[in-house]
């Protein structure tokens, strides 16, 4: 069985989806609705901007989302997927690409999230910091016993679990977990502390936007980043969905169900290739390759 795998913030460059604009007439077509939808040219600073461009969270997560999806349109029939599933902002992705989600309401819905969460960035300082090396149950044991907001935020794979916090939170935490036998702590270069409860206030403004949005029952199971388990149900979507900012993304737990369900190859439909490297430590028997 085929799934399908979308990226999410940090997977961007400089020149994504140009070859797509330039040799495929659908692909251009989506692109300049995208322009017209945001109200600017996202297709400039994606095509021919800057890295800074790409970084400022209100261009990332549409540049990524637009890369993914219309790459994912332009597989014609070859596109069969038994079932997705996006990284964080990839979900949004995934939902597009199952048919849960149109494209126009999922550019609006990315565009929407980026801009709470950019207000929500700026409202309090707060970063996220990498984990190497260090069983999962005992990150989770060290941050239980730290008094300030320091939570775990990405599992990405055995060994390598994304912590998100206040400043100080995270500073403690990286002490603390170096001391607990992490073989590496890195602070990440991010806008803020996703996946924490300092999203809360971009959580409650992107729960407008999405119970305003219709969602239809996807083709195939979406498996999503709050349960990591496989949803085609549209209400619970949307529930999980409104949930994402606030909570882990459970990768780890969505790679090994999606195997457990039938998964053997994994296409990582987006720019690069993270996804991949992910998705080969945890499940080493499975194939995984670029769309």
């Not at 916090?165 to 270069?189: T, W, Y």
């Not at 924490?196 to 199971?221: D, G, K, Q």
Request: glycine content about 8%.
């Amino acid at each position: 069985m085929k799934a399908y795998v979308f990226p999410g913030q940090g997977a961007q460059f400089v020149g994504m989806g140009k070859d797509l604009y330039d040799s495929n007439a659908m692909a251009k077509e989506m692109f300049e609705k995208a322009n017209e939808i945001l109200g600017f040219r996202i297709t400039d600073l994606m095509f021919a901007g800057t890295d800074e461009d790409l970084r400022q969270t209100r261009v990332t997560q549409p540049a990524i989302f637009l890369h993914s999806v219309i790459l994912a349109k332009t597989l014609g029939e070859s596109f069969r997927p038994d079932m997705t599933a996006g990284h964080s902002l990839g979900e949004f992705s995934a939902l597009v690409a199952a048919g849960a989600l149109s494209f126009e309401d999922g550019l609006r819905l990315v565009y929407a999230r980026a801009m709470a969460m950019q207000k929500a960035c700026e409202a309090e300082p707060s970063t996220m910091a990498a984990i190497l090396g260090l069983a999962d149950d005992k990150v989770e044991e060290v941050l239980s016993g730290i008094h300030e907001v320091v939570v775990p935020a990405n599992y990405n794979s055995p060994g390598q679990l994304v912590i998100s916090g206040s400043v100080k939170g995270i500073e403690v935490a990286c002490e603390q977990l170096k001391a607990a036998g992490a073989k590496r702590a890195l602070p990440l270069k991010v806008g803020g502390a996703f996946h924490s409860p300092l999203m809360e206030p971009a959580r409650v403004e992107l729960a407008a936007a999405i119970n305003a949005t219709s969602f239809n029952t996807p083709v195939c199971p979406v498996y999503q980043n709050v349960s990591g388990k496989p949803n085609t149900d549209p209400a619970q979507i949307r529930e999980n969905l409104i949930a994402q900012l606030t909570a882990p993304v459970r990768w780890t737990q969505s790679v090994q169900n999606m195997v457990a369900g039938g998964a053997t190859h994994f296409v990582e439909v987006g720019p690069g290739t993270v996804l991949q490297g992910l998705v080969k430590k945890i499940a080493p028997d499975v194939e995984a390759v670029s769309a």
